[in-house]
C-alpha cells in the first residue's frame, strides 16, 4: 500500500510519523460500537424470551435468537450479564450437568416495563420448575423446543407464545401448556403430555370442545379477541 511506503509523501496537515498508527485506531472504532450494540441487543432478546418461556437452557435460545451461530457462547455470555445485574434479573438452576435458567421477579419486571412483549407476563418464575424433579423440567424444554418447530417453519413467531395463561370459564379453568398467535392471524391451544391417562386425555378434550363452542362473553378475559383451535 502506498502509505507504508517510506518515500510516500504524506498529505498535506498530517504528521507521517502517525498516520499508520492513527487509521487503525479510528477504524476499530465503528466495530466496537456495532459490538456493543449487538451485545446489548441480544442481552434484551434473551430477557425477553425468558419471560416468555419460562424456563430454557442456551441452546434453545441460540436456536431462536442466534440460529446462524454455531455455538452458544454469545447467549451464555448474555446470561452471565443479565445474572450478575443487582438485582440479578434472570436465575440459573444446576441439574445433572445442565443449567436451566429463568427470569427473577426483577427479571420480569424489567421485560414488562420494555413495552416490548406481545402479551403480558405473569409474576410466576421458573425457578420452581428448574429445581423441580426431571419429568416437569423437561416438559418446559418440551414446550420450548415445539416454538422452536412453530418458528422454524413460519407458522408463528416465538414472540407470540404465552405459557400456561388460564381460560377460566364458568364452571372451569381450561389451562394450556402454550397459546400461541399463528402467522394466518388465528390462536391455537398447544398441549404436551406424554404420561396421561387415555381417560385423563378425553376429559381435557371434552373441556377443550366445549370452550371452543362457548360464547366469548362466558370464556373469560383470557380468550376474548382470539379464536382459539386445540
Known sequence: MADQTPDSPAPAGCNSSTTDTDVPVEASRPRKAAAAKAGADLRGEVLLTLAQL????????????????????????????????SPALVGRTHRAQQSYWY????????????????????????????????GLREHDLALVDTVI?????????????????????????????????????????????????????????????????APASGRGNGARGHRHRP
Not at 400456561?164 to 398447544?190: I, K, Q, Y
Open 103 to 134: 427470569c427473577t421477579p426483577a427479571g420480569l419486571a424489567e421485560a414488562a416495563a420494555s413495552g416490548e412483549l406481545t402479551s403480558p407476563v405473569g409474576r410466576t418464575t421458573g425457578k420452581r420448575i428448574a429445581a423441580s424433579k426431571t
Open 149 to 213: 418447530a412453530f418458528h422454524q417453519a413460519g407458522v408463528a413467531d416465538h414472540a407470540d407464545w404465552r405459557v400456561e395463561v388460564a381460560h377460566p370459564t364458568p364452571a372451569w379453568n381450561l389451562l394450556p401448556d402454550g397459546v400461541v398467535l399463528l402467522a394466518d392471524g388465528s390462536s391455537a391451544f398447544v398441549e404436551i403430555d406424554r404420561t396421561m391417562s387415555y381417560a385423563g386425555l378425553l376429559a381435557k378434550l371434552e373441556r377443550y370442545d366445549a370452550y371452543r363452542g
Open 54 to 85: 419460562r424456563l430454557a437452557i442456551p441452546r434453545p435460545l441460540k436456536a431462536l435468537l442466534l440460529p446462524r451461530q454455531q455455538g452458544t457462547d454469545h447467549v451464555r455470555r448474555a446470561l452471565r450479564n443479565l445474572l450478575d445485574e
